[in-house]
């Protein structure tokens, strides 16, 4: 806005601008009054100024009137009165009134109320915009009355396992206290994590269960399972040494009477929603044809001991290869062509080829001898098959489509491998509902077969030893 300087005239240019306004022409002039064309406003003023001017005594009565006639005239036509005032004398500005929320707003509005007032007195610690959510779930389970049957069925393992697993990943996952919040407790992260892939229910109701954020539930799921990996897999998945390698070798051997057998081998799959990225690959066809609806998954290789506990995996390969591919991908067939399987027979289905170090029932039974060594092979293969059983049934976030992405799949894989194997040391029991849990993972024959010649004549000698020497029952009188 521009405002004209026309109120700040002294009485010479004052008067100087009169004079000069009465000198134009009479057609620029904008008459008042039709009757009179000397009567304007200007005129006016300026012949009553021009009166005292005569008078020389009256200086100082035509400065107090020029003053006058100079401040009506502001008042009058620019009402600027208050314009150039400092800031500090205006109104000070209205506050916005606060909208009253409702429902589940009202406690997050009533907290900042709170910390409004209390930072207005000056008065407390600061106060941060925090959500209140309840946590009479988890602290019921927490408490040490807690019945020990709804704890197991809530985290399928008992409190004594579930404190061991907490005073190994503390000091990984123990946080400190800030000025801001208080740190999330170490027992909460890890019931977090373990009730989450234990019932594999979405993360809004695990946010419910325990009293925290979704993100921060995803965030905590996350971090336990890499802790678990990084910390717990070297002491509880590993390759066992000479000397558990003789008993595993001794055990298996009187289950089927096979020699030599140091692992059960088995491939599943696990369900994911279909990847943005190089999704063709994880198509998995069997699934889909079987079921007849799109699946995509990723697979999970494992070899097992006689007790069903994990002693290598290999997890995250497409759900498009085939078992035989993925044992060529997997750390196992590297440690086997380093030497390090000598003497060892790692027992699978007919979806693995015959090897010097995998051994493999007959595709076809022809004789007596093949249908006797299919039996005990198979024998073999369901220790694995159970354990991949009870892991699923364990860990029901196996059974159905994860909301965690492709690319974290694999450590929180990782870890049901780790707390499986855990359980299993610990003989924590199973619901008969959770063992019974079916696995559907197709068998494709590999197209060449029988990869090693050596192979194929030790099969068959241990067939005749199996016939031979009684170890197995033909059915004949």
């Not at 595709?363 to 220790?383: C, I, S, Y």
């Amino acid at each position: 806005m521009e405002v004209s300087p026309f109120p700040f005239l002294n009485h010479e240019s004052f008067a100087s601008f009169f004079t000069s306004f009465q000198e134009q022409p009479d057609q620029k002039r904008q008459k008042t009054d039709p009757d009179d064309s000397d009567a304007t406003p200007f005129r006016d003023i300026l012949s009553s100024l021009l009166s005292f001017d005569e008078d020389d005594n009256s200086k100082s009565q035509f400065q107090f009137q020029s003053q006058s006639q100079s401040q009506t005239m502001t008042d009058s036509f620019y009402p600027i009165d208050g314009f150039f005032e400092e800031p500090d004398h205006k109104d000070p500005p209205r506050p916005k009134r606060a909208r009253t929320p409702n429902g589940p707003d009202a406690n997050v509005a009533a907290t900042a109320s709170e910390a409004s007032a209390q930072s207005a007195n000056g008065g407390g610690a600061r106060r941060l915009w925090v959500k209140s959510r309840s946590k009479a779930w988890w602290d019921q389970c927490s408490h040490p009355d807690f019945p020990e049957s709804e704890f197991r069925r809530a985290f399928k393992m008992s409190k004594s396992t579930f404190e061991f697993i907490c005073s190994e990943l503390d000091p990984v996952i123990n946080k400190k206290d800030t000025m801001l919040r208080q740190a999330i407790p170490v027992r909460q992260r890890v019931a977090v994590c373990i009730w989450r892939l234990a019932t594999g229910e979405p993360l809004r109701l695990v946010s419910k269960k325990f009293g925290l954020g979704i993100s921060t539930c995803h965030k905590l799921v996350l971090e336990v399972c890499g802790a678990i990996k990084s910390v717990m897999m070297s002491k509880f998945l590993n390759w066992p040494d000479e000397e558990r390698m003789t008993r595993v070798k001794r055990e298996f051997e009187l289950v089927s009477g096979i020699p030599n057998v140091g692992g059960s081998i088995y491939t599943t799959h696990v369900p994911i929603i279909a990847p943005k990225v190089n999704g063709p690959a994880y198509f998995n066809k069997r699934h889909t044809e079987r079921n007849q609806k799109t699946s995509y998954s990723i697979t999970v290789q494992g070899v097992v001991d006689s007790k069903g506990v994990f002693t290598d995996v290999c997890i995250g390969w497409p759900g498009s290869m085939s078992d035989d591919k993925v044992l060529e991908k997997s750390a196992l067939s590297q440690r086997a062509s380093r030497g390090l399987l000598k003497d060892v027979w790692i027992v699978g289905n007919g979806g693995y080829p015959l090897m010097d170090w995998v051994l493999v029932p007959y595709a076809q039974q022809n004789l007596w001898t093949q249908r006797v060594f299919n039996e005990k092979a198979g024998e073999v293969e369901r220790v694995a098959k159970e354990a991949f059983s009870r892991l699923k049934g364990r860990w029901s976030c196996l059974q159905k489509r994860t909301e965690v992405k492709l690319q974290d799949l694999p450590v929180v894989l990782g870890a049901c491998c780790v707390l499986h194997n855990i359980c299993e040391m610990r003989n924590e029991a199973m619901e008969p509902s959770e063992t019974g849990f079916d696995l559907f993972d197709d068998e494709i024959v590999p197209d060449n077969a029988v990869r090693s010649v050596d192979a194929m004549r030790a099969r068959d000698q241990i067939a005749h030893r199996l016939l031979h020497h009684s170890f197995a029952d033909t059915g004949l009188p």
